[in-house]
């Protein structure tokens, strides 16, 4: 029938033109997706998991997600449902865990190295309140209104978060850097 | 505007494009500072953050979803109550899936070619003698998100920090839309992109002091970007872009824009 075979191809076409949305999505956004989910659970394989779960999603609901720039809050916003979801949860199972795998293999200065991690473990110590916006827009790149959109919360209050975030880090770092001073007397 | 609310915006989106921002801040110089130093202080933690990401991380993706969608593609329609229609949905939905395996080879070849570049990038760091063109592709790889940014940066902003290295661009051959200072090899340079007819392009200016990008080819590209590298007295140009674009007349552009100060 001729009719059916219209439809065939039509199908594999529709098929083949997902496909490739489908992986242009995942080169696109794997890296930076990886590194946020990394901040918010600190572990490398959990973090791993929760963008692999989080493509899935993508896969199945692909169809809805005809806009290149819809997808990035929307990829987001699953992130942090996941990642909200291991808690509700008992225990995740893992069976090769290696917590602190994360080795940073870039060539840099031991200073820069340092600083680095400072800045690290003061980004971790911020309250998720104020961690998670911070890192929408830096790691993100997300404006004011998506990260109000992805975190549900009106435009002020994110702005309000994103200053006292960038404000307790600056206060932190400089009495790190105090005490280093004071360390190395 | 006052100076609290100046305050707030700026420590809040310390890279804000809003004209009321600007305009506030050419007013009076320390409120132009403040905005260096909570853009500088970003750029810090951006680099904090910029964790590597595990090898072949999109290859295990695509490579999941598929296995994901073999599952359940062979599963019979059960939406049509039409047996022929139904018959006609599930040859189809087969043939779909079996169409998706026979893509398998080059999809997995691409992978796997990110996967040995980027493999290459995070082994060979630490070996200076590798080729300039390696680094420069590495790095764009690494920073791959760069490419997509949209929001411009103007030229006096790109001159600010150009600056700190002793330089001046008189101009761009497009308008530039990321803006950072990178570690090449324990040297720091300017990392930018503009946009141009051919794409995003990235250009890196780094001083030669320790020879970041001094072996190596001075042309070189892979499947997908092509480059090149101008050796200056004090500083390396490095110009990337998608294969197929005229490289040479871009970095010739840009050199002849560059403009150092002492």
Redesign the interface.
């Given at each position: 029938m001729p009719g059916n075979n219209n439809s065939k191809s039509q199908v594999l076409v529709d098929v083949a033109e997902k496909k490739v949305r489908y992986e242009k999505l995942v080169h696109v956004y794997h890296s930076e997706l990886y590194r946020f989910a990394y901040w918010l659970c600190r572990d490398p394989n959990i973090a791993e998991d929760l963008v692999q779960e989080t493509f899935l999603r993508a896969w199945r609901s692909l169809d809805s997600l005809l806009d290149q720039k819809a997808a990035k809050p929307w990829l987001l916003t699953i992130v942090r449902r996941e990642n909200a979801r291991r808690f509700e949860r008992k225990q995740f199972d893992y069976s090769d865990v290696e917590n602190d795998t994360i080795v940073d293999e870039k060539s840099v200065t031991l200073d820069d190295e340092m600083e680095q991690t400072v800045i690290q473990r003061q980004i971790a110590k911020l309250s998720d309140e104020y961690k998670e916006p911070l890192l929408l827009q830096v790691v993100m790149g997300c404006s004011g209104d998506e990260i109000a959109d992805i975190l549900d919360l009106n435009k002020n209050t994110v702005m309000t978060r994103l200053f006292r975030a960038r404000n307790q880090l600056k206060e932190a770092l400089s009495r790190d850097d105090e005490q280093l001073k004071g360390a190395s007397k | 505007m006052d100076d609290l609310e100046f305050r707030?915006?700026v420590?809040?989106?310390p890279n804000s494009e809003d004209q009321d921002i600007l305009d506030f801040a050419g007013q009076d110089p320390e409120r132009q500072e403040l905005i260096d130093q909570?853009q500088e202080?970003?750029n810090?933690?951006?680099?904090?953050?910029?964790?590597?990401?595990?090898e072949g991380?999109?290859e295990?993706?695509?490579a999941?979803?598929e296995l994901?969608?073999d599952e359940h593609t062979s599963q019979p329609s059960t939406v049509s109550n039409e047996p022929v229609a139904d018959k006609?949905a599930q040859?189809?939905?087969i043939?779909?899936g079996s169409?998706?395996k026979l893509?398998k080879l080059p999809?997995a070849m691409a992978a796997s070619l990110l996967v040995a570049v980027g493999a290459f990038f995070?082994?060979s760091?630490?070996n200076v003698n590798y080729g300039a063109g390696e680094h420069a592709l590495a790095h764009v790889y690494h920073e791959?998100?760069s490419l997509?940014?949209t929001n411009e940066i103007s030229l006096e902003r790109v001159n600010e920090q150009f600056a700190k290295l002793g330089g001046e661009l008189k101009e761009l051959p497009g308008k530039v839309t990321y803006l950072m200072f990178c570690?090449f090899?324990?040297q720091r340079g300017l990392h930018l992109v503009f946009e141009s007819e051919h794409g995003p392009m990235t250009v890196f200016i780094v001083p030669s002091e320790k020879q970041s990008f001094g072996h190596g080819e001075s042309d070189f590209h892979d499947e997908r970007f092509a480059g090149h590298i101008e050796r200056g007295n004090g500083a390396d140009t490095i110009l990337v872009a998608s294969l197929g674009s005229p490289v040479d007349r871009y970095t010739g552009r840009i050199n002849d824009a560059i403009r150092w100060l002492h």
């Open positions: - | 707030r915006r420590i809040a989106q909570m202080f970003d810090a933690l951006n680099q904090a953050l910029d964790i590597p990401v595990p991380l999109a295990r993706i695509l999941n979803t994901y969608a006609a040859s189809n939905v043939e779909a169409r998706f893509d999809l995070f082994s760091e630490q791959l998100g997509e940014k570690d090899k324990g």
